[in-house]
């Protein structure tokens, strides 16, 4: 598959400015967490680049506008120099946590 068959999949696109021998010119992570270095699906095992490695998590969750609106909400609510947590994940392989201070 080439990585322009679907340009809404791209997600993440790195281009160097200078070619290097030793790096990709361009990297690129799609949205389903698939790795291309220079145009090519990366393989760790056969990659080209020994001394680069990537590790792509995909935790299948997209911000959507949910914390902004709260953040906001909680500014109407709360004085200067308050904190509040608007946002407490807690997961077996991750923790998140979004407080915002006034």
Do not use: C
């Not at 322009?4 to 361009?26: M, V």
């Not at 902004?68 to 407490?88: H, L, N, Q, Y």
């Amino acid at each position: 598959m080439a990585i322009n068959d679907h340009p809404a999949n791209q997600w993440i696109k790195i281009k160097t400015r200078k070619k290097h021998r030793n790096a990709p010119s361009e990297i690129q992570i799609n949205m389903d967490g698939t790795v291309y270095m220079d145009g090519v699906p990366y393989d760790e095992a056969n990659s080209k680049y020994k001394t680069l490695s990537v590790d792509v998590e995909n935790h299948n969750r997209f911000n959507v506008g949910e914390e902004t609106e709260k953040i906001i909400e909680a500014r109407k609510k709360m004085k200067k120099g308050d904190s509040v947590t608007i946002k407490d994940v807690k997961g077996p392989d991750r923790k998140e946590s979004t407080t915002v201070k006034f």
